[in-house]
């Protein structure tokens, strides 16, 4: 197509000559920044051959540079013959028209294209692709951020799956894969829109609890850990129910370091399994 699109260029002018009469006072200037205009345009052609042409803002942006190329070299050679009315309206002013539209709009679906791709590779980037959990990187670096904003204020859960590798040896690692998506809707379900949940590694998960103080932690913990206890998953021909063991630690200024905090909380975590699995240890039991 831009083999087509060089031949008018060069063509368009011989042909111009020959059909129409030429202007007996040649305006040299305006001549020269149009023919100027038309070469850019001209490059921008060939430039996007580079891209995907079976994008649809590409294919729009082609032919939106196309017309508007037949326009400026138009528009250019008006200033070298006189041509006829109809083609001075239609083709000068209406082809520019045109082919500028077609330009904004091209532009307009490769930026959201653009954006689209950013938003993809930002979820990738950022979580977990079995479950849709974020990451344990991002939840380290947004958990930072809180601690050092102004009167940080929250609590940290983990949570780990009890016996999760009687699941897998069971069932097989597909059921097992199923049961880690389930266990994240229902935690992600019961979570406000402020909370961070991650997959902290394997069964292991991590939720950080902004404005709110153990108790109320606690009391959040104590209903997840109840609701998967009663919730029968039917996977894969599979039948059973999970329990999930859960350790807290709340936020304090005495504690300088996000580690810190997710020891003291893992600590706790490892007592609930000692303690039997199936609940909750914060601290102030």
């Not at 032919?63 to 083709?91: H, M, N, Q, R, Y």
């Not at 859960?246 to 399994?273: C, F, M, P, W």
Request: proline share 2%; with cysteine; net charge negative.
């Amino acid at each position: 197509m831009s083999v087509y699109i060089l031949a008018l260029f060069i063509l368009l002018p011989f042909v111009s000559y020959w059909l129409f009469p030429a202007v007996a006072n040649v305006d040299v200037i305006s001549f020269a920044s149009e023919f100027i205009m038309a070469i850019a345009v001209l490059v921008c052609i060939f430039n996007l051959k580079n891209f995907r042409q079976s994008e649809r803002s590409n294919n729009v942006l082609f032919t939106g540079f196309s017309i508007l190329l037949v326009a400026i070299c138009v528009d250019a050679l008006d200033e070298l013959v006189i041509f006829p009315k109809v083609i001075t309206i239609v083709i000068e002013d209406l082809f520019q028209i045109i082919g500028l539209l077609l330009i904004v709009f091209g532009i307009k679906l490769w930026l959201e294209k653009q954006e689209a791709q950013s938003n993809t590779l930002l979820k990738l980037a950022t979580t977990d692709p079995l479950t849709g959990a974020y990451t344990r990187r991002y939840f380290i670096d947004k958990a930072n951020e809180i601690m050092r904003s102004d009167n940080p204020r929250f609590c940290i859960l983990i949570l780990d799956i009890d016996h999760f590798k009687k699941i897998n040896d069971q069932y097989g690692h597909n059921v097992g894969d199923l049961a880690l998506v389930e266990f994240c809707n229902l935690i992600q379900s019961n979570c406000r829109e402020s909370d961070l949940f991650a997959r902290w590694g394997g069964e292991e998960f991590i939720i950080l609890l902004p404005h709110i103080a153990t108790p109320s932690a606690y009391n959040k913990a104590e209903s997840l850990r109840v609701q998967l206890e009663n919730t029968e998953l039917h996977l894969s021909n599979a039948v059973f129910n999970m329990t999930v063991s859960i350790g807290i630690a709340e936020y304090s200024a005495n504690v300088k370091k996000l580690e810190t905090l997710i020891d003291i909380a893992d600590k706790r975590l490892y007592q609930a399994k000692q303690q039997g699995r199936n609940q909750v240890v914060s601290g102030t039991d």
